[in-house]
């Protein structure tokens, strides 16, 4: 796996290389798939440490290299250094500034210049501790590297808090996408999922003490703010809050939301008065952008309107959400352990994942970092071809590269949709039939 990932990391670009980086995360994919399903035969599989060194390994093979796929990082250096230099990110867009002559090459390679940045109030805190480290992509880089490996642990911690395996923390450690996504390019995602999981973990473990009294109000204080600051480096975890409410006792609830609340205000109130011109930059984006979404195209193209298909995935997502947590209230009522519960909450959690990313009109691999770290929990075939398939997309990159183009694939674009649906389709039939076949 750690060759494969060498053959990657020594391509000196990329986007010139997407056959390959397709056809060797196919392999490494399948290698986790070979692990996760047949990995029960052989105990103690890994340790712990051997899973973390590997996951180090992996990453450190693209710390030094350029982002070739995605350039959102000098977006978020740029940031980063206004903030440090005291100057608000929200005040201006990048193009109605001159930049100083150390900042000259960051500024002219940041994407969509005309807008404000999009990016909520703790990435900016993120991209901030990223620029001090030298004020480049390695620093920056280095430090969501080291955030993502901490995620790593907190998995194996809550894996063996949950009595399951942990070297099931491999589908997520050795993953394609976070090494290509985060450690390659420098996406900020992992930090807000760092941020997520340090939240659940503590209400996992501080869920009820050992003698059984109330346990104590400062881990779900701290948990909450945490949740909060998951929300505010990329928008997606607001979405599993209402089933993540089910891990906090009903006497330790308020204590949560105060934290919660605390958190949102400070990271908030700190970037105003100009935090409100991110608003109309996320407006401009939720209106205009779309990529890989192949509901949100096949709507559109029957109702013939772009708002009418959004509103109607929006629409659609928020009752599957309601679903989903009335789901998991019935779930609840009916388990006798509270490990039971917990798993209970991170297989909702991954079915709001899952349904977000086959819901949205845009579709970047990256998006799907917030399915892949519910892996280790509730994988299935559908979740880790998920995971891999949206690699696929990265094909506009080819020409894009060569001549400038920027040409999506309707093909490409049903098969991120579809080869998740299938693989959870023939599960199903290969669970009906084959048991009864071998029987037989």
Known sequence: MISAYAVLSIQPELRLAVPLLVGVTACITMILATIFYNGASVKGLWSPAVIL??????????????????????????????????????????????????????HSRINHPQYVTIYPPAAQLVFATGAALGGNVTGLKLFLILLDVSLCAILIKLLLHLGMPPWHSVLYAWNPLPVLEIAGSGHVDGAGLTMLFASICLLVTHRQNVSGNLPRKWPFFISGALLACACLVKLYPFAFIPVLLFLVPQGRLSHFFVGYMSAMAALLLMFMPHLVNMIASLETYARNWEFAGFAFTEIRSMSGSGTAARLLLSGSFIVAVVAISTRLAGCIRNVATTFRRECCVMNACYAIAMTQLLLTP?????????????????????????????????????????????????????????SPMMAFLLSKVCREFLPAAAAE
Do not use: H
């Open 362 to 418: 845009t579709l970047q691999p990256w998006y799907a970092l917030s399915l892949a770290v519910f892996l280790p929990f509730c994988a299935g075939p559908s979740g880790l071809i998920l995971c891999w398939v949206v690699l696929l997309t990265y094909q506009v990159q080819i020409s894009y590269f060569i001549m400038g183009t920027w040409a999506e694939s309707a093909w490409v674009t049903a098969a991120v949709f579809l």
């Open 53 to 106: 060194v590997v996951a180090v390994a992996v990453r450190f093979l693209f710390l030094f290299n350029p982002p070739q796929l995605s350039d959102d990082i000098y977006r978020y250096l740029w940031d980063g250094s206004n903030l440090l230099r005291g100057v608000n990110p929200y005040a201006v867009a990048p193009s109605a500034v001159k930049p100083l002559p150390e900042s000259a090459l960051i």
